[in-house]
C-alpha cells in the first residue's frame, strides 16, 4: 500500500511544470529557484526546471526573483551581470520484459517485449544582479524606460514583478 502511494505521489509531481516557488528538498522533484546573496547590493539567483517545463519559465522565474529581491531590499533597478542557462539531459533506460520458454527435449527460445529509451531535459537559469537606485544610475523611472538598455540588461523592479506576475498564476 505504502508503494502505491509513494507512486501515485510521484507520478503526481511529475505531471506539472516548475511552478514559481522557492527551491527545497520538498520540491526537489518540481524545481523552483534558489537565491544567494554576494554583496549589499548584488545576488545570485539560479532556477530549476523539471522535465515538464520550458527553458524560457526558468528564465522568467529569475527575471520574477531578481525583480522581488531588488523591491525587498529597497532598490529601484536591477542590472544583469551575467547570465547562464543550460538543459540538463539523462537518459532512462526501461529494458522491457524477457520471456523464455523451454520444452523438455527441444531448445529453449527467449523473446523480449517492450522496452523503451528517454531523454529526460531539465532546463537551468542562473544571473548574477547587481541593484541600483535611480540616484545612483542619475537618472529617474520615466528616463530609465526610455533608455535603450532598459529591457536588455537594465530592469525596473516594481515594472518586471507586474509584468511577469500574470504568467505565474
Known amino acids: ?5 509513494l507512486i501515485t505521489f510521484l507520478f503526481i509531481l511529475s505531471n506539472c511544470s516548475t511552478p514559481y516557488q522557492k527551491n527545497s528538498f520538498i520540491s526537489g522533484f518540481t524545481g523552483g529557484y534558489k537565491d544567494n546573496q554576494l554583496s549589499h547590493n548584488s545576488f545570485r539567483v539560479v532556477a530549476k526546471g523539471n522535465a515538464f517545463t520550458s527553458l524560457d519559465k526558468v528564465q522568467n522565474i529569475v527575471l520574477m526573483r531578481a525583480a522581488e529581491l531588488t523591491v525587498n531590499n529597497n532598490y529601484d533597478v536591477f542590472e544583469i551581470i551575467k547570465s547562464n542557462t543550460r538543459i540538463n539531459s539523462s537518459i532512462v533506460s526501461n ?6 520458454t523451454y520444452t523438455p527435449g527441444q531448445a529453449s527460445s527467449s523473446a523480449t517485449y517492450g522496452g523503451s529509451i528517454s531523454t529526460i531535459k531539465k532546463p537551468t ?17 520615466d528616463k530609465l524606460l526610455k533608455d535603450r538598455n532598459y529591457g536588455a540588461s537594465l530592469f525596473i523592479g516594481e515594472e518586471t514583478k507586474k509584468y511577469l506576475s500574470s504568467s505565474f498564476k
Open 1 to 5: 500500500m505504502k508503494k502505491i502511494l
Open 95 to 100: 529494458p522491457g520484459q524477457t520471456i523464455t
Open 125 to 141: 537559469a542562473d544571473i548574477i544582479i547587481k541593484m541600483y537606485k535611480y540616484s545612483e544610475l542619475n537618472t529617474t523611472k
